[in-house]
């Protein structure tokens, strides 16, 4: 997502090649079904590397989830 109005947006690796948009980066974890469990949202510049770690311990501490995929 793109936009000015909050305090998370930033400059970063914008998957659709628009330069100077500033964005918000979202991490949605599903079930295996493809329902949704959980959202994050982090800063623009926030790399995946950053946030797949991040969400692989929400699983693990927080919903108790022992195998992820």
């Given at each position: 997502?793109?936009?000015?109005?909050?305090?998370?947006?930033?400059?970063?690796?914008?998957?659709?090649?628009?330069q100077g948009k500033?964005?918000?980066?979202?991490?949605?974890?599903?079930?295996?079904?493809?329902?949704?469990?959980?959202?994050?949202?982090?800063?623009?510049?926030?790399?995946?590397?950053?946030?797949?770690?991040?969400?692989?311990?929400?699983?693990?501490?927080?919903?108790?989830?022992?195998?992820?995929?």
């Amino acid at each position: 997502m793109e936009g000015n109005a909050t305090e998370l947006a930033d400059y970063g690796y914008n998957r659709d090649k628009k330069q100077g948009k500033k964005q918000i980066v979202m991490a949605l974890l599903t079930d295996i079904d493809g329902a949704p469990v959980a959202v994050r949202v982090f800063h623009g510049n926030t790399a995946d590397t950053t946030t797949v770690p991040a969400q692989l311990s929400i699983l693990a501490n927080q919903l108790g989830v022992e195998r992820s995929t």
